[in-house]
C-alpha cells in the first residue's frame, strides 16, 4: 500500500487512484521499465534548495532539471539541487528517494514540469522502491497545488 498518510490524503480528496505493485526499482527508467509505464507519464521528484529553502521538483522519467530555468521563473537567487542528508528528515514514512510528488503533505512547496501537464495521466512512487499510484493529471494538480512551470528537460 502506499504510504499511510499519501492515501488518506487522496481518499479524502475523493481522487480515483491505483496502485501498480513492482519488483524493486531505484531510477526512473528502471521503475518505469519494471511497471510498464510510459517514462513520458513516469514523474519522478528531485529535492533542491531555492535560497536556501527545500522545494520538491517534479519532472517526467526521461527529464533533468534546469537549475538555471528554475531559478529564472521561480525569481531565485540561488538554487541548488538538496543532498539525500538534507532532506531524508523531511519524508520519515518514505523510503528515501521515494517520495510521492505531493509537497503540500510535508510542508514543501511543489514546481511541476509543463510536460507532465500535457498527460492525462502521471504514476509516481508511493513512498516506495516497490510501489507507484497512478491517477489523472488533473486530480494531482487540484490536491497537489503545484506551481507548473518549464522546469527541465528531456536527456537524450
Known sequence: MPVRKLREFLNDHGVKYVTISHSPAFTAQEIAASAHVPGKELAKTVMVKIDGNMALTVLPASYR???RML???A???????ATEAEFKHRFPDCELGAMPPFGNLWHVPVY???AL???EQIAFNAGT???????RFEDYK???EPTI??????VA
Do not use: C
Not at 525569481?75 to 539541487?81: E, F, N, Q, R, S
Open 149 to 154: 512551470v518549464p522546469l527541465g528537460h528531456a
Open 129 to 135: 522502491h516497490t510501489e507507484l499510484v497512478q491517477m
Open 117 to 119: 501537464a500535457e498527460d
Open 71 to 73: 531559478k529564472s521563473v
Open 75 to 81: 525569481g531565485a537567487a540561488d538554487v541548488t539541487l
Open 112 to 114: 511541476v514540469a509543463e
Open 142 to 144: 487540484r490536491v497537489a
Open 65 to 67: 532539471v534546469d537549475l
